[in-house]
């Protein structure tokens, strides 16, 4: 573009002398000297230095054609059909030039136009991800904010239900120390046994509500061993040897967790203490030795008692994963067997 520029200039000055004889040489050496400054531009593209390259030789060649004793013996009208010939060869250079930088500045633009277009979309793209950004963050805000209200209503439901039951808990535990003082002194049974009446109903619905809590968290830790048993059954590819294998390693101590993390053994009940009473558990029961039942009633009055405090036992009287013994089990499988039985031979 800059060679375009140039060249336009020194086709204008030296056509205004070629028609001056006079001039005609003074105006091939100017051609000369601007191919000569042209061919040297640094911003030449190869198709541009090599036309340049083919009219400067075409100019070297006239002027040294009209230098020759030959020309200098030509007429002046033929000097000067020469020097406007070579001129005309520069104007057609600057035409070809022209046009070429013509194209390229209408590609530039083109290509400007279309690259601006791109970054007006990507802009528009972008502020429509900002505004749907923007809208998540609301939300995800208002979302959080409800949901801490809910937390602290809550909170604070959970907190009066709390104080209550610590108040029907402090009223059984007076009504039951004033019953045990004036117990012995009482000439009528009867009005002591009314009294303890609402005492019991209070114990029973506690024992039902600790019952169904340790009954849910015994049917999580037997759905955990379930998972982990298939695991630990599944037939490996794997080298087996009499030593434990590592998932059954694993589930052993899972197992310890799931049993330290299902509470009861704090108040120092055992496994089968927390059973859920179904009618197959109550026949079991009623099939247990006399000195089992009494055990089981004491580790079960103790629990409801430390319960109703709301504490634990010292920790060295919680009931450990080893020494847990599952004592209804015998009794309660022999239960279900018989129960089986007896189905199947109704079916028939």
Request: hydrophobic share 40%; net charge positive.
């Amino acid at each position: 573009m800059h060679g375009s520029g140039l060249l336009c200039l020194f086709v204008v000055s030296v056509t205004a002398k070629v028609y001056s004889p006079p001039q005609a040489a003074k105006a091939l050496d100017d051609v000369e000297k601007a191919l000569a400054q042209i061919t040297h531009l640094p911003h030449l593209t190869k198709a541009q230095l090599s036309d340049a390259k083919k009219v400067s030789a075409d100019v070297e060649k006239s002027i040294a054609e009209l230098e020759s004793p030959a020309g200098q013996k030509l007429s002046k009208e033929a000097r000067n059909a020469k020097v406007t010939a070579s001129v005309k060869e520069l104007e057609s250079l600057q035409t070809t030039w022209s046009k070429s930088a013509d194209v390229a500045i209408a590609d530039r633009k083109a290509a400007l136009e279309k690259e601006l277009k791109d970054k007006e979309a990507e802009l528009e793209k972008d502020t429509k991800m900002m505004k749907v950004l923007t809208l998540e963050k609301k939300l995800a805000e208002k979302k959080l904010k409800l949901q801490n209200m809910i937390d602290a209503k809550n909170a604070e439901q959970a907190k009066r239900q709390a104080a209550k039951e610590a108040a029907e808990q402090q009223a059984m535990v007076s009504t039951v120390m004033d019953l045990a003082k004036n117990m012995k002194t009482a000439k009528d049974k009867t009005v002591v046994a009314d009294k303890l009446k609402p005492v019991m109903s209070y114990l029973e619905s506690r024992k039902k509500t600790v019952s169904d809590s340790l009954a849910k968290i015994d049917s999580e830790e037997k759905n955990r061993e379930a998972e982990i048993n298939a695991l630990t059954s599944a037939p490996s590819k794997m080298a087996v040897s009499k030593a434990p294998t590592f998932l059954a390693q694993v589930y052993q101590t899972m197992r310890r967790v799931a049993y330290s993390a299902s509470g009861f053994n704090k108040y120092g009940l055992m496994h089968d203490d927390v059973l859920y009473e179904t009618p197959d558990v109550e026949e079991a029961l009623r099939r247990l030795p006399t000195q089992l039942i009494d055990e089981r009633n004491f580790r079960i009055t103790r629990a409801l008692q430390y319960s109703g405090q709301k504490k634990y036992l010292a920790k060295e009287e919680w009931t450990k994963f080893d020494e847990d013994v599952r004592y209804l089990q015998p009794y309660l499988t022999e239960v279900i067997k018989e129960r089986l039985e007896k189905e199947a031979w109704d079916r028939k």
